[in-house]
């Protein structure tokens, strides 16, 4: 079983769009989504094409896929970049079957360089759902330290929830 990450090629972008897309409501309220707040497939894919291209300065999102043997099963993202200083990164292991393993601990030592590095980040900044217990406690098995717990809506597709900050500076990192 051979873990590796890389950026995401644009051919790929509809597998991590149809991740979202085809997800039962239980499982993205489980993860602090609402189904009903997805951006059409077609809307989603085309933001998502618009920004491919950009220098990594200008990207509003960036994402890195997770590959087990070579076969895409997870992707990891940030968004809320602020260059040179923060960006808000998520974690989504698509594969049920390859889930509560350790690979998204294996998969996020992997991933988190590229971000700090093409970014020039000083601090990485992650807020799971409060009440989604497996990247809350991945976070931590990386390194990631605990801020502080708080209600808010973090994104387009998240209901009011509880979520949980964690940060990982460059120092943290040792980098």
Not at 57 to 85: C, Q, R, T
Not at 114 to 135: R, S
Not at 142 to 147: L, Q
Not at 152 to 174: A, C, D, H, M, S
């Amino acid at each position: 079983m051979i873990l590796s990450v890389r950026e995401m090629k644009k051919k790929e972008i509809e597998l991590m769009v149809d991740y979202f897309i085809n997800a039962d409501s239980e499982f993205l309220k489980s993860m602090g989504a609402n189904k009903n707040k997805l951006p059409s497939k077609v809307e989603w894919i085309k933001k998502l094409n618009q920004g491919f291209e950009k220098p990594y300065a200008d990207k509003e999102f960036y994402y890195i896929i997770w590959l087990l043997d070579d076969k895409p099963v997870g992707h990891s993202n940030i968004n809320k970049i602020k260059f040179g200083h923060a960006a808000t990164m998520h974690l989504h292991l698509w594969n049920t079957t390859k889930r509560k393993k350790g690979l998204g601990v294996e998969f996020l030592k992997k991933t988190i360089p590229f971000y700090f590095k093409n970014f020039k980040l000083e601090k990485l900044i992650c807020e799971p759902y409060a009440q989604n217990i497996a990247p809350n406690k991945t976070l931590v098995k990386v390194g990631f330290e605990f801020i502080k717990k708080y209600e808010t809506i973090p994104g387009q597709i998240n209901f009011l929830q509880f979520v949980n900050r964690y940060e990982l500076t460059k120092e943290q990192l040792g980098i």
